[in-house]
């Protein structure tokens, strides 16, 4: 059987499942809200849920498997390790799903790190369960999914504000937060995805550019934890902060837009300011989503360039060839898929199939999670070592809110 790169693998599966949802097999959507012990067994563990959550992990399963073929993994180690995996996820976004916890906007990738970490912790697990563990794959099938989310249109019908607000303030934070980082001793890899994460759109820029660089998972998980963290006191205080500052609506939406890191807290702080707040700040967020693929294939070529500069004493490939080798191709998947969503499905067709993707988009990446907990020791995270990253982080967002402040001021006063 041909042996497929890890990336290409991803990419065609990814895109498979676009396709299987174009021509009508929708991926299944279960439910996971609930508010209550009673409501969690009527809603939540149902038969008619319980076979959508089990349709669902045929799908999953059946593209993993085909991703451990495809990649030349070991098949006896996956029939045991991805139900476990699969299972632990299902807890994580039924934790998620809670009505309390939905209101703290916990994200359920939170909660299937933390479920990982403390089984891998608390337990001895066995060197081939987490050799087995396909965390760079579902990360990646999650990220060319993504790509169907980043509709260029829904940006250029927002406005030219959006658009010119995300680009100074996207160029002005990661730039700052870079020197930040190299300033205060972070190594580069780990200063890439605190940039990328602060300055774009949290989770899903540092998953990104943690793909793009070939980053270390223990980082990535770091950052992640820290963005989502963050995010909560933010969601609070800004809306806050900005009623007592006497910012209009649109200046506030601009600015929440603009600084909260993560999509699901922007519309959770938008919606305690107003209806034109909550608007224009998920115009803002849209415009900077929409450059996340950009930065992302950015970072990717400056990332292979840099390595083969490194690398062309030792090695007898040059140039353009090198690049190619070392670039990461799932980023082609995903903006693949934005394109395809952007000018060639018709926005009809888009929201018959929106809902399934994003479902198994977030499932992706609730799986990569899990196994990113499983696979890494806890103490790595709150090493002393991290704190250069959590000062940098701080500091790159206070930045990012002050600045994104003055150019929504200036912008949508």
Known sequence: MIKLHEDWAAVWLGFILIALALLGFQAPVPAF??????????SVFNGKNLLAIGALFLLTALAALAGTLLTGKPLKQFVVVFP???????????????????????????????????????????????????TELFVKIG????????????VLKAGAYGIVQSLVVVLSVWYFAYWVCKRLGVDEEMGFMISSAVSICGVSAAIATAGAIKGDNKKLSYVISMVLITAIPMMIIM??????????QAVTGAWLGGSIDTTGAVVASG?????????????????QNVLLGIAAFAISVYWSLRGGQQRTMVDEK????????????????????????????????????KDGLKNLQNLWFVLAFTSIGLETNFADLFHQDNRKPLYAFLLAQLFNIGITLVVAWLLFR
């Open 318 to 353: 040059k140039g353009l060839a090198l690049v190619w080798e070392r670039f990461p191709k799932f980023v082609l998947g995903f903006l693949a898929a934005s394109l395809l969503f952007s000018f060639f499905v018709s926005p009809e067709k888009t929201g018959l199939v």
């Open 271 to 287: 919606t305690l300011v107003g209806e034109e707040a909550l608007k224009i700040s998920t115009i803002v967020k849209f415009s």
């Open 84 to 134: 476990i995996v699969f299972l632990l996820s299902v807890l994580a976004l039924v934790l998620a799903g809670n009505k309390t916890v939905k209101g703290l906007n916990l994200e359920a990738v939170i909660f299937s790190l933390t479920i990982g970490l403390l089984i891998g912790n608390l337990f001895r697990l066995p060197a081939w369960f987490r050799a087995a563990l396909s």
């Open 239 to 248: 809306p806050w902060l900005a009623v007592k500052m006497g910012l209009s």
């Open 143 to 154: 990220l060319v999914l993504l790509g169907t989310t980043i509709i260029f249109g829904d």
């Open 33 to 42: 809200g609930w508010n209550g012990a009673q409501q969690l067994g009527d």
